[in-house]
């Protein structure tokens, strides 16, 4: 097992973990379980040892709203969970991200513990205590709220079905190209072979040293949402799932560095991302992803300021003018 800390969360990244799911406390008043239909399993599993309730969210996007995050906090109410419960998150980005959206907020915060069943949750979404839900566009309205523990098992990661493995790997992928070249190597030789008991931490290693430094996202955290400006957009619009249109928004970004930076990885990172079985384009209304890129958070009236790359490992937060964009969106999408 091997034990790393982020941003005063505890994680914890090996086999066999559900075990003991909990960090020792003597004043927890109280335990409940949040997930969704392809985690119950997991869940209901670690609910028996706590001899916890369970809340069942909807899967994907659906989950993140707030009507679903109201009839949480009513759930919560009604079975008296107080400010000394604890929150215990079992599932994928979704429900990480609106279980720690209500644990963070109810009651002006109790305790939450995630235990991500993906591969995409436990290298991103679990890790670095951001929440959100929906609005008009996705993550409009977030809390950042540190779970006390994370639990990455990699028994339950290594169960999961080839469409679940290739999603994460495009986090991995990010992780990779943002913070450490090795990586990127590992995944070039081995592909979906690569091993999770090195590249599950490594990936987690990138982020956690950038989140260290940068907690709240004022300033270089925000590389880290490489390749999610333009995907953010594409899933919306599009449906298809977040690890796939990061994917295609690292592809655009790539386009962009092209142009603006002299980056000369692009093509490294488009064999990449193809031998990752990822998706590096697809068929979506322009217009409506120009629209949603208009809502994006980073965005101001000449343009939008994006995560590029100078090169592997070295990222920067860069206005993108509305031409440059529009360009490679047109060489991205179709």
Same mark, same amino acid.
């Given at each position: 097992?091997?034990?790393?800390?982020?941003?005063?969360?505890?994680?914890?990244?090996?086999?066999?973990?559900?075990?003991?799911?909990?960090?020792?406390?003597?004043?927890?008043?109280?335990?409940?379980?949040?997930?969704?239909?392809?985690?119950?399993?997991?869940?209901? !599993? #670690?609910?028996?040892? &706590?001899? @916890?309730? *369970?809340?069942?969210?909807?899967? %994907?996007?659906? $989950?993140?709203? +707030?009507?679903?995050?109201?009839?949480?906090?009513?759930?919560?109410?009604?079975?008296?969970?107080?400010?000394?419960?604890?929150?215990?998150?079992?599932?994928?980005?979704?429900?990480?991200?609106?279980?720690?959206?209500?644990?963070?907020?109810?009651?002006?915060?109790?305790?939450?513990? !995630? #235990?991500?069943?993906? &591969?995409? @949750?436990? *290298?991103?979404?679990?890790?670095? %205590?951001?929440? $959100?839900?929906? +609005?008009?566009?996705?993550?409009?309205?977030?809390?950042?709220?540190?779970?006390?523990?994370?639990?990455?098992?990699?028994?339950?990661?290594?169960?999961?079905?080839?469409?679940?493995?290739?999603?994460?790997?495009?986090?991995?992928?990010?992780?990779?190209?943002?913070?450490?070249?090795?990586? #990127?190597?590992?995944?070039?030789?081995?592909?979906?072979?690569?091993?999770?008991?090195?590249?599950?931490?490594?990936?987690?290693?990138?982020?956690?040293?950038?989140?260290?430094?940068?907690?709240?996202?004022?300033?270089?955290?925000?590389?880290?949402?490489?390749?999610?400006?333009?995907?953010?957009?594409?899933?919306?619009?599009?449906?298809?799932?977040?690890?796939?249109?990061?994917?295609?928004?690292?592809?655009?970004?790539?386009?962009?560095?092209?142009?603006?930076?002299?980056?000369?990885?692009?093509?490294?990172?488009?064999?990449?991302?193809?031998?990752?079985?990822?998706?590096?384009?697809?068929?979506?209304?322009?217009?409506?992803?120009?629209?949603?890129?208009?809502?994006?958070?980073?965005?101001?009236?000449?343009?939008?300021?994006?995560?590029?790359?100078?090169?592997?490992?070295?990222?920067?937060?860069?206005?993108?003018?509305?031409?440059?964009?529009?360009?490679?969106?047109?060489?991205?999408?179709?």
């Amino acid at each position: 097992m091997e034990t790393l800390t982020v941003a005063g969360s505890q994680v914890l990244v090996g086999a066999g973990l559900l075990a003991s799911p909990l960090p020792p406390r003597s004043d927890r008043s109280g335990t409940v379980i949040f997930t969704q239909p392809g985690a119950r399993d997991v869940a209901e !599993s #670690v609910a028996a040892r &706590l001899e @916890a309730p *369970v809340r069942v969210f909807p899967d %994907g996007e659906r $989950a993140k709203t +707030l009507a679903v995050a109201a009839g949480a906090y009513r759930w919560l109410d009604d079975i008296g969970l107080d400010r000394r419960g604890t929150v215990v998150v079992v599932g994928g980005g979704t429900v990480c991200d609106v279980g720690g959206f209500v644990a963070s907020t109810y009651l002006r915060g109790i305790e939450v513990v !995630s #235990v991500p069943t993906t &591969l995409l @949750a436990a *290298v991103d979404a679990a890790i670095g %205590g951001k929440t $959100a839900v929906n +609005l008009e566009a996705k993550n409009q309205i977030g809390t950042f709220w540190e779970p006390s523990r994370i639990l990455v098992d990699l028994d339950v990661l290594g169960s999961l079905p080839h469409r679940l493995v290739r999603e994460g790997m495009a986090e991995i992928a990010k992780a990779g190209m943002v913070g450490d070249e090795r990586l #990127v190597i590992e995944l070039e030789e081995h592909g979906l072979q690569a091993p999770l008991v090195k590249i599950v931490p490594a990936a987690i290693r990138v982020k956690a040293k950038i989140v260290t430094e940068d907690l709240r996202e004022r300033g270089i955290r925000t590389v880290l949402n490489y390749g999610h400006t333009v995907g953010h957009a594409v899933e919306r619009v599009a449906g298809i799932s977040h690890g796939e249109s990061v994917s295609i928004g690292m592809t655009a970004a790539a386009h962009i560095a092209e142009s603006l930076l002299g980056f000369d990885q692009a093509d490294r990172q488009l064999a990449l991302l193809e031998g990752l079985e990822l998706p590096t384009t697809c068929t979506v209304d322009l217009a409506e992803v120009t629209f949603m890129l208009r809502k994006d958070k980073k965005r101001d009236g000449s343009g939008i300021r994006m995560v590029l790359l100078r090169a592997v490992g070295c990222p920067v937060v860069t206005p993108v003018d509305k031409a440059t964009l529009s360009s490679a969106l047109s060489d991205t999408l179709r």
